[in-house]
T-cell receptor
Framework: AQSVTQLGSHVSVSEGALVLLRCNYS??????LFWYVQYPNQGLQLLLK??????LVKGINGFEAEFKKSETSFHLTKPSAHMSDAAEYFC?????????????FGTGTRLLVSP | EAGVAQSPRYKIIEKRQSVAFWCNPI?????LYWYQQILGQGPKLLIQ????????DSQLPKDRFSAERLKGVDSTLKIQPAKLEDSAVYLC??????????????FGDGTRLSIL
């Protein structure tokens, strides 16, 4: 069955520092992978997605993620954190196992940015 | 374009009462999803509609939860009777096409339900 694991429920960085949020997936067939961001009291917004094209995917707000099949990972990075990046981040997966019909989310990582 | 609209934003009820949530998807979006997001967890799919037909309701607790999407546009999700463990944020999302999920899901701001 498809699933994602997000390591670290909370990540703290200083403004200007590198952001690294980890996501590992489990799927018996090549999946599609997504990162969503959720600001307080709001719904989820798509940051970026991997759909079997380029393995390095660039998203909005300066975020990017790299699909590494050998490591079953899809970590999210941003070179320099801004205060406005403080939010909850969710990794999600779908695969041919469900006909790409079902999106399964991880438990989320809360990013804290200090001045 | 207007986003996914949900109402109410907040609801507080006592256990064993009933409650209903409403969702209006983005115009032209054929697929509509209801998710339950319990505090500290990721969203969990409850039900997926393609137009007005149900595609997946395998995780919907059908003894107390029901959902409908009349005319393939708006949708309502109902809980009757509510239990304490139903306290969560209920998110509605829509997408143009669910076939390959190449289209992103657009989320509403959710309804935060508190059960006393």
């Amino acid at each position: 069955a498809q699933s994602v694991t997000q390591l670290g429920s909370h990540v703290s960085v200083s403004e200007g520092a590198l952001v690294l949020l980890r996501c590992n997936y489990s799927s018996s067939v090549p999946p599609y992978l997504f990162w969503y961001v959720q600001y307080p009291n709001q719904g989820l917004q798509l940051l970026l997605k991997y759909t079997s094209a380029a393995t390095l995917v660039k998203g909005i707000n300066g975020f990017e993620a790299e699909f590494k099949k050998s490591e079953t990972s899809f970590h999210l990075t941003k070179p320099s954190a801004h205060m406005s990046d403080a939010a909850e981040y969710f990794c999600a997966v779908t695969s041919p196992e469900t006909g790409f019909q079902k999106l399964v989310f991880g438990t989320g990582t809360r990013l804290l940015v200090s001045p | 374009e207007a986003g996914v609209a949900q109402s109410p934003r907040y609801k507080i009820i006592e256990k064993r009462q009933s409650v209903a949530f409403w969702c209006n998807p983005i115009s032209g979006h054929a697929t509509l999803y209801w998710y339950q997001q319990i505090l500290g967890q990721g969203p969990k799919l409850l039900i997926q509609f393609q137009n007005n037909g149900v595609v997946d309701d395998s995780q919907l607790p059908k003894d107390r939860f029901s959902a409908e999407r009349l005319k393939g546009v708006d949708s309502t999700l109902k809980i009757q009777p509510a239990k304490l463990e139903d306290s969560a944020v209920y998110l509605c999302a829509s997408s143009l096409d669910s076939g390959t999920l190449s289209w992103p899901q657009h989320f509403g701001d959710g309804t935060r339900l508190s059960i006393l």
